[in-house]
């Protein structure tokens, strides 16, 4: 529905992605969400297929490529099993694209091309107990010591955490400095006084991997930090930009899984002697998700499109994760309840589309979050602080 604005090679990477994730993703999706397993055969399968490599140097293993590339293989994916979409999102737009973008020859070449083979797992750390929305106010240290760095805090709800053997992780050295004292610094999995431990009861996205990160005078040298001092939540804020436009794909994603599952199972259940589809009750929240899909569906390639033209984009984005990702919530709400008392339950795919597609509108900026974002490239507010 949506071809005809797409060029040979993005629809040819669509189709490629498409038929893994109904080969592979879809089929599996609702044993990963119940056993909470990372899905390893998956992400195994997305490094074959050579799309940990997008968006990154080809110099490094990766295959360059484009925001609307990304933003057709996220959709694709989480359309088929939307936590592995999220791990990719972790391992590749926050973690090695960030390596990538701001490492230097020396740090690119030690870290992105095992985790673009998909050899080693890669995780962002920088919410914590006492900051999320306001990350700026971030408490973890990284106190100068020996030519490097001591990392002493708490980060919490880190996707791939569990799994991963390079963290890109925000760190202060001096909290009065706000954002222009925040390093962006890469530690590997075996450092010292780091201590990992999953986060369970999570709503859905369950076969991602959450966990709450601890350091206690880790030892991290200073060869490991992106860039300047000082740069890295100006960095992170940058690279979230970008990954902003991918979330807005993931909840597009689940909103079309939701979508279809609707449309299938309302052709074919009866009631009062019909298909429930010839009710008009049922076709106006059919008519109204189809709608509101298309309308996310150009919002999203729209700030993909502006991404790429090197033009404005971060109001777009923030418009396009708004919308999608309640799209997203409002689509599994009327697919649960066109499935009626089997929409409640699992294996039926509609309570899980329910569960996965809540935390679109809270991770990567929440709503609210988008709306600042949008009310200040309207209004120009931040200039008049
Ligand atoms: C499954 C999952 C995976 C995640 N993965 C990662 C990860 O890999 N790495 C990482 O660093 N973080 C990750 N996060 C954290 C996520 O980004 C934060 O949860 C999110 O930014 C919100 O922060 P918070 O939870 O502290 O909520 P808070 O910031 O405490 O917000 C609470 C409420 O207040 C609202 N609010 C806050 N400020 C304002 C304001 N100025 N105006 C109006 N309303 C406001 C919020 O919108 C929200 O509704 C993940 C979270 C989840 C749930």
Redesign the pocket.
């Known amino acids: 529905m949506f071809d005809h604005l797409l060029n040979e090679e993005e629809l040819l990477l669509r189709n490629t992605v498409r038929e893994f994730a109904d080969q592979q993703l879809a089929p599996n999706a609702a044993d990963y969400d119940e056993s909470g397993e990372f899905p390893w055969d998956n992400f195994r399968g997305l490094a074959e297929l050579g799309l940990f490599g997008l968006t990154i140097g080809e110099e490094f293993g990766g295959s360059g490529g484009t925001a609307r590339q990304s933003a057709i293989v996220v959709e694709e994916i989480a359309r088929g099993c939307a936590a592995t979409s999220?791990i990719f999102v972790?391992h590749l737009s926050?973690c090695t694209r960030l390596i990538d973008l701001f490492g230097t020859e020396g740090q690119r070449q030690r870290f992105v091309p095992s985790l673009v083979a998909g050899e080693k797992v890669g995780?962002?750390?920088?919410?914590?107990?006492?900051?999320?929305?306001?990350?700026s106010a971030i408490s973890t240290t990284a106190t100068k010591s020996n030519g490097g760095y001591l990392l002493d805090g708490t980060?919490?709800?880190?996707?791939?955490?569990n799994e991963a053997d390079v963290f890109v992780i925000?760190a202060t050295m001096d909290r009065s400095l706000r954002t222009r004292g925040i390093n962006a610094l890469v530690v590997e999995r075996d450092t010292a006084g780091m201590t990992i431990t999953k986060q369970h009861g999570?709503?859905?996205?369950r076969a991602?991997s959450?966990a709450e990160i601890v350091f206690e005078s880790s030892p991290v040298p200073e060869e490991n930090r992106l860039g300047p001092e000082g740069q890295g939540f100006k960095q992170a804020m940058q690279s979230l930009n970008t990954s902003r436009i991918e979330v807005a794909a993931q909840a597009l994603g689940i909103a079309q899984a939701a979508y279809e599952a609707a449309v299938s199972y309302a052709q074919q259940r009866k009631a009062f002697g019909q298909h429930i589809a010839d009710f008009q009750g049922i076709q106006w929240m059919i008519v109204e998700m189809a709608t509101n899909i298309e309308a996310a569906r150009h919002l999203v390639y729209n700030a993909a499109t502006l991404r790429d033209r090197g033009l404005p984009f971060v109001k777009e984005a923030s418009m396009a994760k708004l919308f999608a990702s309640r799209v997203a919530v409002e689509s599994a709400d009327k697919a649960v309840q066109i499935h009626g008392g089997t929409g409640y339950f699992a294996p039926t795919p509609a309570e899980r589309y329910y569960r996965d597609a809540k935390?679109t509108e809270?991770?990567?900026?929440?709503?609210?979050?988008q709306?600042?974002i949008i009310a200040r490239n309207i209004l120009d507010t931040e200039d008049r602080k």
């Open positions: 999220v972790a926050l995780a962002f750390a920088l919410t914590e107990p006492g900051a999320g929305s306001d990350s980060k919490m709800f880190i996707t791939n955490a925000m999570k709503m859905g996205m991602s959450t935390v809270i991770y990567e900026g929440s709503s609210e979050v709306r600042l």
